[in-house]
């Protein structure tokens, strides 16, 4: 009986499988990667109607964090408004931010990019047929969101139209829809799909924004982290995954070169 009964108290303190519960990137709690992300920018990243995150940046992400040993349900995504998601990583909030994030000097000063995984175009998108030139937009109410290129963009290139800031997307196309603003300046996939929304609304002009590839942002003192990921993202590319999730969310859209598998 003293035999079974120390055998029993020994199972109770029996040491947990991993004893060293290791953290190999650092992140914020070793049980689940923290991923900030938008929740209104389908096809890159959006909440779906059964309220869970989806989109390209979504997929291409949850994909990457696989090849890391980091499923699914251990990758919890939190929406923000745009401006708030890199300065939520430099804040330690967290772990990775994802959803179109065109890499730039200025937010480097801020926070790490992963290499680039998606180049593509700033549009305006309109119901007014006429605002198909720069020239055009003169004394036009133009809709950006706070803190994205096409803020910068338009505040530099577009000095004669009334820019009107807004948190996120929807509500600038809620004003649009509502003649408070005349355009809305945003990423060309997003704008067709809102002009699939609203059949009024058409991408009126696009800018070119390969010189700032969308990355992963990783907080500056996580170099263990930005290295996985990106050793994950060209592994993805080089093995065709990145293809086929850029035919699924965003088909008949032009494939850069550089993320293609090698031949
Ligand atoms: N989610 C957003 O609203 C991001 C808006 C904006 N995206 C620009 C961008 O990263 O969008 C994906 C690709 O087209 C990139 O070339 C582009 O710079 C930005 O980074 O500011």
Redesign the pocket.
Known sequence: CMALMSGLFVSFIAVPANAADDNPYDLLDPNSIMVGT?SD?KP??FVTAEGTFSGFDVEFFQNIAGRLGIEKDKVTFVGQD?AALIPSVANGRFDVAV????TTAKRKEVANFTDGY?????SVLSADSSLTTIESLKDKRLGI?Q????DDYAQKHFPDAQLVRFPD?NSAVAAMNNGMIDAHF???E?AKQFGQNFPDLKVQQNFA??D???GFVVRKDNPKLLEALNEKIHEAMQDGTWKELHTKWFPGSPMPEQYLPKE
């Open positions: 938008m920018a890159y990243a745009f959803g179109a994030i065109g998606l180049a593509g175009f700033l969101v803190g994205t290129l096409q997307n945003l990423d060309f997003a924004s390969f700032a590839p969308a």
